[in-house]
């Protein structure tokens, strides 16, 4: 992601995808968004709206987050 609109309306499009918790900027040019989740997400869903709205959008990893029992 180029410019710092390009970064801020790639954060919006995920968090309005259902299930999504939480949304941030990772990577040493902030070039990367991680979402973490609960329940059904729809990460390919995810990744399709980033490629129409922002341009190119690329899955790296896509796991289940546990919680923690205390």
Same mark, same amino acid.
């Not at 390009?6 to 070039?31: D, Q, T």
């Not at 490629?51 to 190119?56: D, S």
């Not at 690329?58 to 029992?69: F, G, Q, T, W, Y």
């Given at each position: 992601?180029?410019?710092? /609109?390009?970064? &801020? !309306?790639?954060?919006?499009? *995920?968090?309005?995808? =259902?299930?999504?918790?939480?949304? #941030? +900027? /990772?990577?040493? &040019? !902030?070039?990367?968004?991680? *979402?973490?989740?609960? =329940?059904?997400?729809?990460?390919? #869903? +995810? ?24």
């Amino acid at each position: 992601m180029k410019s710092k /609109k390009c970064r &801020s !309306k790639a954060l919006e499009i *995920a968090v309005a995808k =259902g299930g999504i918790i939480s949304v #941030g +900027l /990772k990577g040493e &040019s !902030k070039n990367r968004i991680e *979402a973490i989740g609960e =329940g059904i997400v729809d990460a390919a #869903g +995810l990744a399709e709206a980033l490629r129409k709205k922002v341009g190119f959008a690329d899955l790296v990893s896509v796991e289940e987050v546990k919680e923690e029992s205390r």
